[in-house]
Nanobody
């Protein structure tokens, strides 16, 4: 699976951005997809993930109440709507995919469980 993330940019605090991730080269089985982010000098952290059917979605603490993940399985895309952005949201955002598991419930939060990664898109939030 190849993943291409887009939609990053520069936004003022309180603003919104919408990231998209396009998957191509679908594996033999369905796959969960997730978003992670990595700020300078910090570990890559979990943002959110959704199952293959989009029936289960988990959010990490930074995303709860502000970010919404959506999935279009037919188009092989996932979007991340980010609202009320803060300077601490500044990071490179990566989409990731992992195949297998339960198509309704598998939505891993651990980056080690993801097999495929995109190159990331930069999000910068100014104060």
């Amino acid at each position: 699976v190849q993943l291409q993330a887009s939609g990053g940019g520069l936004v003022q605090a309180g603003g919104s951005l919408r990231l998209s991730c396009q998957a191509s080269g679908r594996p033999a089985s369905g796959y969960a997809m997730g978003w992670f982010r990595q700020a300078p000098r910090k570990e890559r952290e979990f943002v959110c993930a959704t199952s293959w059917y989009g029936t289960t979605t988990y959010y990490g603490e930074p995303a709860k109440g502000r970010f919404t993940m959506s999935r279009d399985t037919a188009e092989d895309t996932v979007d991340l709507q980010m609202n009320s952005l803060k300077p601490e949201d500044t990071a490179v955002y990566y989409c990731a995919a992992t195949e297998g598991g339960d198509y309704y419930t598998q939505a891993p939060a651990r980056r080690e469980e993801y097999k495929f990664w995109g190159h990331g898109t930069q999000v910068t939030v100014s104060s």
